[in-house]
């Protein structure tokens, strides 16, 4: 399972949908990534694979960040998202 994360302007917490394949999650992002760099679409609605009645609609102006990750099983629960330093 992965995760896509958009971080939004004034607001703490992330929304996130998921993907079930890799290609998906990849598609995803890079559609998301394109509606930045364009501004357009100005709304984009996007729906969960894992919740099926989920769906989110957001205004491309208002998305900070997006991130893709992938959800791990385990004690953990989720790999953790952006970049680590092997120390």
Request: charged content about 30%; hydrophobic content about 40%; some cysteine.
């Given at each position: 399972?992965?995760l896509?994360?958009?971080?939004?302007?004034?607001?703490?917490?992330?929304?996130?949908?998921?993907?079930k394949?890799?290609?998906?999650?990849?598609?995803l992002?890079?559609?998301l990534k394109?509606s930045l760099?364009k501004?357009?679409?100005r709304l984009?609605e996007?729906?969960?694979?894992?919740?099926e009645?989920?769906?989110i609609?957001?205004?491309?102006?208002?998305?900070?960040?997006?991130?893709?990750?992938?959800?791990t099983?385990?004690?953990g629960?989720n790999r953790?998202?952006g970049?680590?330093f092997?120390?």
């Amino acid at each position: 399972m992965y995760l896509i994360e958009l971080a939004l302007k004034l607001s703490p917490l992330p929304l996130s949908v998921q993907r079930k394949k890799l290609e998906d999650a990849k598609a995803l992002y890079n559609q998301l990534k394109e509606s930045l760099k364009k501004g357009d679409p100005r709304l984009l609605e996007i729906s969960c694979e894992q919740v099926e009645d989920k769906k989110i609609a957001v205004l491309v102006s208002e998305v900070l960040a997006v991130q893709m990750y992938e959800k791990t099983a385990g004690a953990g629960g989720n790999r953790r998202p952006g970049f680590s330093f092997d120390e």
